[in-house]
């Protein structure tokens, strides 16, 4: 229910700004704002779950979160809302959105220790945030039916905050009590200057395992590449998508077009579940993402809509296996107490990807032959799987 939101806020809040200002550029302004704050802001609020644990930090912000996108609604509701009041609340809302998705594969990290096990988890994970990334507009449409687009975006609202109410309080939520809980021992008194001693130590060397926790491994390095990579074709597909239907003057088969993507994705993602792979994950993610990208350059080839949409269904196999192979190196490579940060990490190169690819062909739609901005956009995500593949990536970051 939680993440069946987010499949419902962006083209709410789009749609709902449109409306009461009347004007696409506000709307695509807003919406912007939204995502660059939710996005890049996304690894500092694991940072707070994995601290602090998902039942202590997860209420309160997600109740902030679905009280902004409520004011959202009530400020789109009618014409004529400031456009200020629109970005700060947007923006607002975007630092407050809670990591449900990362907060989610900790927990069948946690339930699951058995790798063949998380790899089916994982899999089937992927397969309904695909699938509740697709029903959410469809369910935005036929709201909009009944109800004015700010509807939407209040529906969004209600969404998060039931689900993340009843995630918290389940049985495996609990059971996470969070680092700072986790590390908070009681030092000894000393009443012996030695074991006073001995306390300080302990707590300096809990300190030292606290720091090592947070540093960013290559294998999280690679699963945050071969992510941005995965996020940049995702991109790119959908305008280029739209450009070729277009330009066969067929635009309303765009939709089957990201249809037979998600189909595809669904497939992938429960085969790649079903088997028992021998190699690891950090081989198989930058082939699975370097295969991606070959199909994206090839799909620009396709002579006709009927083939391109074949093509792009077999792209969307790799999608899912993918992001579950990313998901599950960057849990093997974090400390279990920074699992939700590293999940939010991927998910950030993931969303940049798709914001990356989506701006860069936009650039280039119109200033070269379709086929050849197809061949460009697959570029960078190939140079994505090879970093991954030979750890050529120089991610770097501070704790947040």
């Known amino acids: 229910m939680g993440r069946l939101s987010y499949g419902m806020v962006s083209l709410s809040l789009m749609l709902a700004v449109k409306e009461t200002s009347g004007s696409y550029a ?16 996304s690894p500092a609020r694991a940072a707070l779950i994995d601290r602090h644990g998902p039942r202590r930090a997860l209420p309160p912000m997600t109740g902030a979160y679905a009280l902004l996108l409520a004011a959202l609604a009530h400020a789109t509701w009618r014409p004529g ?20 998705g990362p907060v989610m594969r900790t927990l069948w990290s946690r339930l699951l220790p058995d ?24 369910l935005v449409g036929l709201l909009m039916r009944f109800a004015a687009p700010a509807a939407g975006v209040a529906v969004s609202a209600a969404l998060v905050l039931t689900g993340c109410l009843a995630l918290v309080s389940s049985p495996a939520v609990r059971a996470m009590p969070g680092r700072a809980r986790a590390v908070a021992r009681p030092v000894p008194d000393g009443h012996g200057g030695q074991e006073g001693q001995e306390g300080q130590e302990g707590q300096a060397e809990r300190k030292r395992r606290e720091r090592k926790r947070l540093r960013v491994t290559p294998d999280l390095r690679r699963a945050v590449l071969a992510s941005a990579g995965v996020g940049l074709c995702l991109g790119a597909l959908e ?26 994705s669904a497939a992938g993602g429960l085969a790649y579940g079903a088997v028992s792979w021998r190699a690891p ?3 198989r993610l930058p082939v699975l993402t370097a295969a991606l990208a070959l199909i994206l350059a090839a799909a620009g080839l396709a002579p006709g809509l009927l083939v391109f949409t074949a093509v792009v269904g077999v792209a969307g196999l790799f999608v899912a296996p993918a992001l579950t192979s990313a998901y599950l190196l960057a849990d093997q490579a974090a400390a279990p107490e920074s699992r939700t940060q590293a999940g939010a990490w991927v998910n950030t190169a993931l969303n940049a990807g798709v914001s990356g690819g989506t701006a860069a062909v936009g650039l280039l739609v119109g200033r070269l032959p379709l086929a050849a901005c197809f061949a460009v956009a697959a570029a960078p995500a190939l140079l994505c799987a090879a970093g991954a593949l030979y750890g050529a990536g120089g991610l770097r970051r501070s704790t947040p």
């Open 239 to 264: 305008l280029l998508a739209v450009a070729f239907a277009e330009q066969r003057h067929q635009a309303a088969a765009v939709a089957w077009v990201l249809a037979a993507l998600s189909a595809g």
């Open 81 to 100: 809302a400031s456009q200020l009041t629109l970005a700060v609340l947007a923006m607002a809302a975007g630092a407050c959105t809670p990591p449900l």
């Open 281 to 283: 994950e950090r081989l």
């Open 26 to 41: 506000v709307a695509g302004s807003v919406l912007a704002l939204f995502g660059l704050t939710s996005v890049f802001l």
């Open 115 to 138: 790798r063949r096990l998380l790899q089916r988890a994982y899999s089937l994970d992927s397969v309904a945030e695909e699938l509740l990334l697709v029903s959410g507009p469809l």
